[in-house]
């Protein structure tokens, strides 16, 4: 054989060696193991055609129902508008979860990571139109950060990634609680008039804040109406951020049909553009130390806490610069 041949030969065995240890490396157990670990924990959940979604946990049950698009959280045999976006996050998250570290396929060992059929630490139930239902029992938290979980009719046990488990048994968590769409809007009030005394300490409001020319170069100032003094308007605006960022705690299903006839106080915006939003504060508790905010004609009332009703029922004397000496 010439020295042509040995080289065409020798280069010929470097690649089919080359090739052997690439297809060995990709097939072999380990990467098998790696493939199976980060594949989905539900192989064909059919996310797009759940119809009610259940989630049970630290003594509470959460049920949702899907049907023509909307979405409903049941509150005691009430049904309240789900936050789209929270159901849609839910079932993407629940799609993508990966099947992790595989931990034990031993029944008698359920019990030690929270995924024991009937006892599980959170139990997530989830139909499907025409596709059955589909389980997944939690379990405890895993060491590494993430938790054990157990999908029904798979008897192994894996270690994956926690979403927030805990957070999906909060009835709260499902419903949309911001006060206001768009927070921005603080930008556009023009006006604020608060009247009405606070359930929290009995503090009485009887004042009216205008945006109106009145700076040296003729630019708006906030001034309190039977006040010549300008207003700090840093801390006008903060109020008012504080107002149109509010959010509950919670919802109240039904509500009591506060109105601003009904309302122990309440804070008046006027808008850029003529339009007029009212918040009613409840005179009466909502639990928790909490009280019922509701936006006139919204349809919807709010649980807030006493910390976020203070934010909202600030005296006029909080407004002034003497006020911050």
């Known amino acids: ?6 080289i065409a030969v020798t280069a010929a065995l470097c690649v089919f060696f080359t090739l052997t240890l690439i297809i060995g490396t990709v097939f072999s157990a380990g990467n098998r193991s790696g493939r199976e670990q980060s594949g989905p924990l539900l192989p064909r ?3 797009d055609k759940i119809t009610a979604v259940t989630v049970q946990g630290d003594g509470q049950t959460v049920s949702v129902a899907v049907s023509d698009g909307s979405q409903r959280v049941d509150y005691d045999g009430t049904a309240a508008e789900a936050d789209e976006d929270a159901v849609a996050e839910f079932l993407e998250t629940v799609a993508g979860l990966p099947r992790g570290k595989k931990i034990t396929s031993n029944e008698e060992r359920y019990g030690d990571f929270g995924v024991a059929d009937g006892a599980p630490e959170i139990s997530v139930r989830m139909t499907a139109a025409d596709a059955g239902e589909w389980h997944l029992l939690i379990g405890k938290a895993a060491d590494g950060g993430g938790r054990y979980v157990r999908a029904e009719g798979d008897s192994v046990v894996y270690e994956t990634d926690d979403p927030g488990w805990d957070l999906y048994t909060r009835r709260s968590h ?25 359930p929290t300490d009995g503090e009485t409001f009887d004042y009216t804040l205008i945006k109106t020319a009145g700076g040296p ?16 308007t840093v801390k006008v605006d903060s109020f008012l951020r504080q107002i149109t960022e509010l959010r509950g705690a919670d919802l109240i299903v039904p509500p009591s049909g506060l109105t601003p006839e009904t309302a122990a106080v309440t804070v008046s915006l006027g808008f850029r ?11 009466e508790s909502a639990g928790e130390d909490r009280f019922g905010v509701a936006p006139d004609g919204s349809g919807r009332e709010y649980a807030v806490s006493r910390y976020a009703l203070g934010n909202l029922l600030k005296p006029l004397e ?8």
């Open 273 to 283: 553009d003529g339009s007029r939003q009212t918040l009613c504060v409840s005179s």
């Open 1 to 6: 054989m010439n020295d042509r041949k040995k």
């Open 217 to 232: 170069d003729g630019s708006l100032v906030w001034k309190a109406e039977g006040h010549d003094e300008t207003l700090d």
């Open 45 to 47: 959940f059919p996310k």
């Open 318 to 325: 909080n407004f002034f610069r003497a006020a911050a000496d």
């Open 174 to 198: 499902w419903v949309e609680l911001a006060l206001f769409d768009d927070p921005s809007v603080s930008a556009e009030i023009q006006s604020v008039v608060v009247k009405g005394t606070s």
